[in-house]
């Protein structure tokens, strides 16, 4: 338990730190560009890891490498959709909430057997990653139907994808996240060569292109190097949760990555000096707590 805990903090580090990255990158790039230099640069560092790391190309890894790639590309580009038509402060704890929800409860239904701390824990770790992913909302501010259908269907996809990544044989190795992201950057070659074709696609994904309030203002060649340093973590928290998987249970591993926003906000917070809420500091201290509990169980 202790490997997987480690591993999968790892891995969710790794991505809030990321997504600090690539949320900066947006700031100048659009959604469909900057996301596509992640996924080159991702490729480029599982493919660089992989003679030093176990490697089968069994048919099971590939199968379910490429489940959890169509599962990651579409709960990404839905979680950029949700994040542009609603609130994020009410978006964004919906969409890792259930992003965490799904697997936990696929691991209940087939019987994954854990101790009662481990489970008290998991409750306490999802509750951490939704009061973490709350932000201030200065107005009030009411969720459309669609949004919080479209943000389920976020949820409901990233879930999915550790889902399929936990179904993966351990055997493979490293080749189950290789597959994965590999199917991730040719969706959005495609998307991005659609989007130069087809001017109405343009103007729809045009929309997703949100810009953050405060932070600096970068160039767009520094865009595109914090895009290429967050393709390159990606492609080291894939690594890491898949290993976390192989090693231990998918409740666990889901509800560690969900934490990820954990990093985000602590660099938000001596970087661009954003402000941190009562409500976010008492979801990181219950986060440290489950993750003792859940080494220690």
Known sequence: M????????????????SDFFGGLSTRRLRVVPATTIIHVFATLALL?????????WEAGAILWGAVAGVSAIIGLLTFYAALADGPMSLVAPLIA?????VPVAFAVITGEQLP??????????????LLVSVTRSDAAVRVRPRT??????SGISLGSALIALDRAPESAGLATAVIEILVGLCAMLILL??????????????????QPEGGPVVSVGRARLLAAIGGV???ASNAFILF???AGSLAVVSVLVSLYPLATIVLARFTLHERVSKVQLLGMGLALVASVMLALS
């Open 2 to 17: 202790i490997v997987s805990v480690v591993l999968a903090l790892a891995g969710s580090l790794f991505y809030g730190v």
């Open 48 to 56: 660089a890891a992989l003679p030093f790391v176990v490697v089968q």
């Open 97 to 101: 909430v259930v992003g965490a929800v």
């Open 116 to 129: 009662p701390q481990a489970w008290v824990a998991i409750v306490l770790a999802l509750v951490s990653a």
């Open 148 to 153: 919080v259908v479209v943000g389920v269907i």
């Open 193 to 210: 060569a659609l989007t130069r074709l087809s001017a109405p696609l343009r103007r729809f994904l045009a929309q997703f292109d949100h």
């Open 233 to 235: 973590l990606v492609g």
């Open 244 to 246: 976390a998987l192989q």
